[in-house]
């Protein structure tokens, strides 16, 4: 990408406090959902008043905001990084897969607070992360569209294909671990091989 989506610092802050409080706050919303928690409890878990939270971030909202953008910058780079590995289709969508698959089952929590919550982000901030996921989706696309147009693929629908590897890799982040699958790499390893017969 030539220029930023989004300024990160407009949003996430940067500050050692700011990252223990979205620490903090991620562990509340992951245990409890966004609409249950509160700014009381997540100061309280950091032995804060809840006023200390303000100075980084004056609403719940703009604290989810902060999470959701900090998770889907790190999921997008982190993609994008494992597609650079390799200029073949078919090794970028086992990378990228792989790295999508592997983010949101060793970030669990963060992954699902970022994907589950976003209903409660204000209209201007859900925009600015969809701008993001996107981005994301858009990796993938271009990945087995290029993968079809080298004959490596035979995909019937490029769109719904990344729709279905994107959802299976986001839903990691809603069970991860289980008694099946408790291992990244494993898991990562049997999602690829479903993304590589899912293009065909």
């Known amino acids: 990408m030539n220029a930023p989506l989004v300024d990160p610092s407009s949003g996430v802050g940067t500050s ?6 979205r620490a903090a706050a991620t562990e509340v919303f992951a245990a409890k959902g966004y609409g249950a928690a509160s700014t009381r409890e997540i100061a309280a878990r950091l032995d804060l008043s809840p006023g200390a939270v303000y100075p980084h971030y004056r609403t719940k909202e703009s604290l989810l ?6 998770g889907h910058l790190a999921v997008l780079d982190t993609i994008t990084q494992a597609a650079d590995t390799t200029t073949h289709p078919r090794d970028q969508l086992a990378a990228t897969v792989s790295a999508y698959v592997k983010w949101h089952a060793r970030h669990h929590e963060i992954a699902r607070v970022v994907q589950y919550e976003l209903r409660a982000l204000s209209e201007e901030h859900f925009q600015a992360i969809a701008k993001i996921r996107r981005a994301t989706s858009k990796t993938f696309e271009r990945i087995i569209e290029s993968g079809n147009a080298a004959g490596e693929f035979d995909t019937i629908d490029s769109r719904a294909a990344t729709l279905a590897i994107t ?9 991860f671990p289980s008694k099946a699958y408790s291992d990244p790499e494993t898991l990562a390893e049997r999602y690829v091989e479903l993304a590589v017969r899912m293009v065909g």
């Open 16 to 21: 050692k406090a700011a990252a223990r409080i």
């Open 65 to 70: 905001f902060a999470i959701a953008l900090e």
């Open 167 to 175: 959802s299976l890799g986001i839903d990691v982040s809603r069970w």
